[in-house]
């Protein structure tokens, strides 16, 4: 082979390669308006980012908070990246940084603020007006913290919504050198009607959740609802990686597995 026809091969590798990471990106930037005592004004607007799905009405939309400090509007690192451009999926940054503190129980701190709150519920109306169709709530972990606050109390917000989606979520804290279980469902003051998927690495090992965790977690939010509630732990990505170095944590090695575990679930529970 000659030199210009490697040179042709690899050019053509890499583009193969390439394409199969990329994915069709189409969204619009929205800010919304927090103009009220209960949002603190001085905050700004409430940062989003709306991805566009694929035109097909019968796909819900999905709103989803990010994990770490949960302050961005970007998917592309997420877990269900690559059900970008099927699905229409709503980035909702938190106004402020969340980290763990031993205050809030070791939870990330600001999760259940009630500015926050409120922020988040806005979210929901706006793009419950502009899409015109059923939303899933999801968020992984510091943003599965902030779903349970967007849902708690006892005015039954879950029923704003389709479906619930947990993913690797921050249930417990360090305490004395071992997991101290958080009870984070106990927050939901009512009885819930609508199917809640859980999905975690069988080999995601980071102390604060680890998949016997996430096991309770799904038993108390059973507990909590009338309809389906199921765990899925994730098997996919090299065996040989079970360090709680964060890449299981981020599913790194088995996105379209999420993918397909999402979607499926998703689809198997729209009406």
């Known amino acids: 082979m000659s030199l210009n026809m490697k040179k042709i091969f690899l050019l053509f590798s890499f583009f193969i390669l390439f394409s199969k990471t990329v994915y069709a990106q189409t969204y619009q930037n929205i800010d919304i308006p927090c103009e009220v005592q209960e949002c603190k004004t001085e905050l700004g607007p409430t940062k989003t980012r709306w991805y566009k799905g694929d035109g097909n009405k019968k796909r819900p939309a999905i709103i989803w908070y990010g994990g770490g400090p949960s302050n961005y509007v970007v998917v592309d690192n997420q877990p269900i990246n690559r059900l970008i451009g099927k699905f229409d999926i709503i980035m909702v940054a938190s106004p402020f940084e969340l980290f763990s503190d031993q205050r809030t129980r070791g939870l990330p701190l600001y999760a259940n603020d009630e500015n926050l709150i409120f922020r988040m519920r806005q979210a929901t109306e706006h793009y419950k007006k502009l899409l015109n169709k059923p939303i899933w709530l999801g968020g992984t972990s510091s943003g599965g913290v902030r779903v349970i606050a967007t849902i708690s109390g006892k005015d039954r917000y879950s029923d704003n919504y389709a479906g619930l ?11 004395n050198g071992s997991p101290e279980y958080l009870n984070l469902e106990s927050d939901i003051k009512y ?29 108390g939010l059973a507990k909590k609802n009338l309809n389906k509630t199921e765990l899925v732990l994730t098997t996919e990505g090299d065996p040989m990686i079970t360090t709680n170095d964060g890449g299981h944590h981020w599913f790194l090695f088995n996105k379209e597995e999420v993918a397909r575990v999402v979607e499926k679930f998703i689809m198997e529970n729209t009406k």
């Open 191 to 219: 009885e819930m009607n609508l199917p809640i998927l859980v999905f975690q690495h069988a080999r995601d090992m980071k102390p604060h959740q680890q998949p016997y965790l996430q096991e309770w977690f799904t038993k």
């Open 165 to 175: 989606i947990f993913s690797t979520t921050y249930v417990s804290r360090i305490f």
